[in-house]
């Protein structure tokens, strides 16, 4: 009963992240899209992610180590987009500006 329990959990794990990333993703040309965004919580949520792969495969216990191999890399994608929005080190093109404020007001 705990494996199922272990596996559930995991699933709503990585559950919680795949909004933010898929926001982040499609809004990712929108200058002020991603400003909102704690820096902060996205560094820990990424470095959380990387020690519990470790601590899972180290222990065997795989519900704790699987998801977070999706997670680190989804929370290390949100916090890379968060950060080169905030300073602005891609170029925008009209079009992709305007998808993006299209996809901003949905």
């Known amino acids: 009963m705990t494996v199922v ?3 559930l959990v995991a ?3 990585i559950a919680q992240f795949v909004p933010q990333a ?3 993703l499609r809004l ?3 200058p002020r899209a991603l ?3 704690s820096l902060w919580t996205w560094c820990v949520a990424t470095g959380q992610a990387v020690l519990w ?3 899972g495969f180290a222990t065997d216990r795989l519900p704790i180590a699987i998801p977070n191999v999706v997670i680190a890399p989804l929370s290390a994608l949100v916090l890379l987009l968060a ?3 905030r300073n602005g080190s891609r170029v925008r093109s009209r079009r992709g500006a305007e998808r993006a404020d299209a996809a ?3």
Request: proline share 0%.
């Open 5 to 7: 329990i272990g596996w």
């Open 11 to 13: 699933v709503i794990d």
């Open 22 to 24: 898929r926001r982040a």
């Open 28 to 30: 990712r040309t929108h």
């Open 35 to 37: 400003h909102g965004l």
């Open 53 to 55: 792969v470790v601590y």
């Open 83 to 85: 950060l080169r929005s």
């Open 104 to 106: 901003a007001e949905q």
